[in-house]
């Protein structure tokens, strides 16, 4: 019976910068759980596996905060360091050799596997086999070339390929392994690779299989990506999310301050499209609330310092995994919505832009100075930030969508009290390297009341101001980077603890 486990996490994750700039590539988060704990949870509950070996580098000590002894989810980590995170996988491993005496599951840490079938794994395990590799048959042939390549006689994997040139059949080698300690041994006899300049695992397992014929295949099922890129890891948070966007609830937020003439519309308009409609009434004057409500709104009345205090009030309270924000005016309209909720499958992040012309309406306050003091702004914030490669047109556009799991990492950048709040809940993004995508809106003529921050040039001005003073602030205060390489590496909550 095998009881023990090795995950190795050590490596730099340079391909994956800016994702990895202050974060060890297994802890970077798909659907909101880190990689690392999703294989923890595949020993865990299909293997049966409590006592795990973990090599730590980069960034190491964040792998012990997050995790410490284990005892959270239910099993026991033991945490080796290395320090040489550049020597590569196989030589890292070679730290794991004392603790290790006896056969062994290996996962690699920044691997992720959905719905796949590793309770069978050790089903494959008997006294002959030295070693076991997973194979998953793939049409993404393309694939092969980034992990390793295998060729199967008789029941055994007569060869490997580390990152092929040729591909020569349709098995795609994976990151989850069973070992014996003759693994070691093999490392140990196993030549520079002058490939990498480094000794290979896939090489050794090569001089395993070629030797004693004692490698087998384990074949997985379900869905594998191997993150070794961004790309890699946007397309395995897309696929990931949209498998359970269905079964996700979403909550319209809507901060108002009387806004009786259009509340009442705005709610007809998304109600029936969403789970939650909930108007922040932020001291209303007028009938605000009640004409909410009996829109069929929840309506919460609190006293608010402003237009971005009631908006945090409403995010830290809505009931849905997904987050929207809309004015209370009726200058945006449901029609958008489902282009945004797109969208947001492959995106942290979707934010509006009023700044296509085609999609004003005549008479929406989108005129000229306003327009273009948007994009100039936005195009700033580009420049600013431009490692991240962010797109901007818009930074005062407050129709946006985001995952509740996006909004609990950036909460503690979010300071602005008034309108910077739109922009600020941007440049957070950016900060804590998630990813924000920017869509066409259609902008239309408010329903009664004029704007609190752009009726004229005099608060145009203004909020342009405040704006500007929250960008350059989060850019070149000392106080925000720090604080967003903090909570980067932050466990996410549970979403009932922000409400």
Same mark, same amino acid.
């Given at each position: 019976m095998i009881t023990q486990a090795l995950i190795p996490a050590a490596g730099r994750g340079i391909r994956a910068y800016p994702k990895t700039q202050y974060l060890p590539k297994p802890l970077l988060e798909i659907d909101g759980k880190t990689l690392l704990q999703r294989n923890i949870e595949i020993?865990?509950?299909?293997?049966g596996i409590h006592d795990i070996t973990v090599i730590i580098g980069y960034e190491g000590e964040q792998i012990i905060s997050r995790f410490g002894s284990g005892a959270s989810l239910g099993v026991s980590l033991r945490y080796l360091k290395c320090d040489e995170p550049d020597i590569g996988l196989a030589r890292g491993m070679l730290l794991a050799e004392e603790v290790l005496q006896q056969p062994f599951v290996t996962i690699l840490g920044d691997e992720l596997y959905h719905h796949a079938n590793h309770q069978q794994l050790l089903k494959q395990f008997d006294a002959t086999t030295k070693a076991i590799c997973s194979v998953l048959p793939t049409k993404d042939l393309h694939q092969i070339k980034k992990n390793y390549a295998l060729k199967i006689h008789d029941g055994s994997i007569a060869s490997l390929i580390e990152k092929p040139q040729t /591909?020569?059949?349709n098995l795609l080698g994976c990151g989850t392994f069973v070992f014996t300690p003759e693994i070691f041994t093999a490392i140990k006899n196993t030549p520079v690779s002058p490939r990498s300049g480094r000794i290979e695992l896939i090489d050794a397992i090569n001089s395993l299989a070629q030797k004693d014929k004692a490698v087998r295949p384990f074949y997985l099922d379900g869905k594998y990506f191997n993150i070794n890129t961004?790309?890699?890891?946007?397309?395995?948070?897309?696929? /990931?999310?949209?498998?359970r966007f269905a079964n996700c609830k979403v909550s319209v937020v809507i901060p108002a301050y009387n806004e009786e003439a259009s509340i009442g519309f705005v709610v007809e308009d998304f109600k029936d499209l969403v789970d939650e409609v909930l108007v922040v009434n932020n001291s209303s004057r007028d009938n605000t609330a009640q004409v909410a409500a009996a829109a069929g709104a929840r309506v919460e009345t609190a006293k608010l310092i402003g237009y971005g205090d009631t908006i945090r009030y409403g995010l830290d309270r809505a009931i849905g995994d997904i987050l929207v924000v809309v004015e209370a005016d009726h200058s945006f309209k449901s029609r958008d919505l489902t282009k945004m909720l797109e969208y947001l499958k492959d995106a942290d992040m979707v934010i509006g832009t009023r700044t296509t012309r085609e999609l004003v309406e005549q008479g929406a306050n989108m005129r000229g100075p306003v327009r273009w003091g948007n994009v100039l702004v936005a195009k700033g914030v580009e420049a600013l930030w431009w490692g991240h490669q962010p797109r901007f047109t818009?930074?005062?556009c407050t129709y946006r969508a985001l995952w509740r799991e996006t909004y609990q990492v950036i909460r503690p950048l979010l300071h602005g009290v008034g309108p910077e709040l739109a922009p600020e809940m941007m440049v957070a993004i950016l900060q804590v390297n998630k990813r924000i995508i920017e869509v066409p809106v259609s902008y239309h003529e408010r329903i009664g009341g004029e704007s609190k921050h752009?009726?004229?040039y005099f608060k145009i001005s203004q909020t342009a101001l405040r704006m500007l003073r929250t960008i350059l602030r989060h850019r070149f205060s000392r106080t925000y980077p720090k604080l967003a390489r903090q909570v980067i590496g932050q466990p996410i909550?549970?979403?009932?603890?922000?409400?």
């Open positions: 020993l865990r509950d299909q293997l /591909i020569e059949n961004v790309d890699d890891y946007n397309y395995a948070q897309y696929k /990931i999310r949209a498998e818009d930074v005062g752009s009726a004229n909550l549970p979403s009932n603890t922000a409400r």
